[in-house]
């Protein structure tokens, strides 16, 4: 089955910086690629995917690259503001009958102002 | 608002004492999933539903069950619930398994 490792694990940098926040897959019939930001106490929302006949998607300072040779990809914050303090989640998923969504273990992002 | 709400948001209960969870969801959506939240292993997949009484577990099934018979509502048991099911219980719905998941609020258990 799918396996998804995330990294790093924690992550902090200062306001206006960018954050960079990698992903692996094992499955190579994995082809839809979302990422989350679970705020304190609140359920994860969905920030942006990517599926796999695309290699970049962009949405104002978010961005999410996919690398389907090496089966990883990758969230891009620019621009950070405290606001972006959360947990980050990636995941994978194939169209595979029976599958579903796997999560990575996520990464706590901390920006200080 | 995702379209969906949990109930109870919270609970504490002893070991070895059924606990149902409610997962409540406005969007018509096809299917539905529980997930539970733990330290050290993000989100995992307790059981998720592609229809009316059509289930299938996830990765850690064992020691809960499932039901759905409206297109709205999906319930999570825990049979006879244990210390190791201490958690953060989430559910969510999408309109396909390649679509986005919404998530409700979560539910915090706690087994003593």
């Known amino acids: 089955g799918e396996n998804v490792e995330q990294h790093p694990s924690t992550l902090s940098v200062q306001e206006g910086d960018s954050a960079v926040i990698k992903c692996t897959y094992s499955?190579?019939?994995?082809?839809?690629f979302p990422w989350y930001k679970q705020e304190l106490g609140k359920g994860p929302q969905l920030i942006i995917d990517?599926?796999?006949?695309?290699g970049e998607k962009k949405d104002q300072r978010i961005a999410v690259t996919l690398n389907k040779t090496a089966k990883h990809f990758s969230l891009h914050i620019t621009e950070t503001q405290p606001e972006d303090s959360a947990v980050y989640f990636c995941?994978?998923?194939?169209?595979?009958?029976?599958?579903?969504?796997?999560f990575g273990k996520g990464t706590t992002l901390s920006v200080s102002s | 608002d995702a379209g969906i709400t949990q109930s109870p948001r919270h609970k504490v209960t002893e070991t070895g004492t059924p606990v149902t969870l409610r997962c409540h969801q406005t969007?018509?959506?096809?299917?539905m999933y529980w997930y539970r939240q733990d330290p050290g292993h993000g989100l995992r997949l307790i059981h998720y539903?592609?229809?009316?009484?059509?289930?299938d577990k996830g990765e850690v099934s064992d020691g809960y069950s499932v039901s759905r018979s409206k297109t709205e509502d999906f319930l999570l048991t825990l049979e006879s619930a244990t210390s190791s099911q201490t958690s953060v219980y989430f559910c969510?719905?999408?309109?396909?398994?390649?679509?986005?998941?919404?998530f409700g609020p979560g539910t915090r258990l706690l087994v003593l």
């Open positions: 995941a994978a998923i194939s169209n595979q009958a029976g599958t579903a969504l796997i």
């Open positions: 499955d190579s019939a994995s082809n839809y």
């Open positions: 990517i599926r796999s006949n695309v």
């Open positions: 969007e018509n959506h096809r299917y």
């Open positions: 539903s592609y229809g009316v009484k059509d289930t």
């Open positions: 969510a719905h999408s309109g396909a398994l390649q679509e986005t998941q919404y």
